[in-house]
């Protein structure tokens, strides 16, 4: 199946400090690597789950692709094309054919428009998208499971469930062929995390979506991921199939984060890895392996290069010496 999304060694770099600042800091960086060499791809009716710790780079990784952010090297490829770069370095990819869905639903949303405003407002900048902007509008929310009493309502008016909908609802006003959805069920109940995920698969299934999910829950992702990526410090240590790295993680960070994730059968047999010390800076890496700080596995070569790939491709991939049985 054609890939509506490939990415190649995607690097992400933010400048930290200038002129005086920067003459001040003597040998310390200038600036951090927040996004190093991630490749992945992402097809229709896929859905790519990249989990890992806040500050991993899942987030910055979302904006790079969506031309937020500027990246600083690697090759992105949308529906078979390469996506353009301009001179800043921000990626301009068809504005159509990619949408995200901020983290925070009520934020993201003006508070000085109505639903209807704010649905309505993709129509009237691009009219080839519908005929009638304040009818599309209307159509979206039925789309998403709300009534069209909810037209009239400001965002402060919305629950943090009504709001997810909302931003899903003008994600999909251009009828994209990626989404990517940055925490779509953060901070919401338990029944309506399933309510949204079982919406976000329908309108999968109807459009063809490929998805890119970062999320913090593992436990949704085993049930709404086709593939997951597991980051740490900008890289991608371990991918591939969410039941094959669920039943086996191989690198020991994957292992640790799988163990913590809370189960709610008391009998279930846990087998915990104790991480060490703290997450580094991203502005004094460490050599090597950048996990080695932290992993009780560590060995000395750990200390000397960054371990090369193992595994299976599109099955499981994993960058440790040392990984777990």
Known sequence: MKEVLAVRDMQVRYPTSGGLAALMAGKRATSIDVVCGVSF???PGDTLAIVGESGSGKTTLAMGLSGLVPVS??????????????SKGF???????????????V????????????????FRIDPELADDPDAAALRLLDRVGLSREFAGRYPHQLSGGQARRVGLARA????PGLLIADEPTAGLDVSIQGEMLNLLAEVQRDMGLGIIMITHNLNIVRHAATDMAIMYLGRFIEQGLPQRIFERPRHPYTAALLAANPSVNPATAIDRIQLLGEVPSLFER?????????????????????PQRQGVANTQVWNCVNPVD
């Not at 690697?74 to 301009?86: F, I, R």
């Not at 999909?172 to 009828?175: D, I, R």
């Not at 050599?287 to 000397?304: I, S, Y």
């Open 73 to 86: 090297g690697g090759d992105v490829v949308l529906d078979g094309n390469a996506v353009a770069m301009n």
């Open 286 to 306: 460490p050599r090597g392996c950048e996990f080695h700080t932290r992993c009780p596995r560590a060995q000395d070569v750990c200390l000397e290069r960054f």
């Open 91 to 105: 990626l301009q990819p068809d504005r159509r054919r990619i949408s995200v869905m901020l983290q925070d639903p």
């Open 107 to 122: 934020g993201s949303l003006s508070p000085r428009m109505t639903v209807q405003r704010l649905l309505a407002e993709p």
């Open 172 to 175: 999909l006003a251009q009828k």
């Open 41 to 43: 791809a992402v097809a």
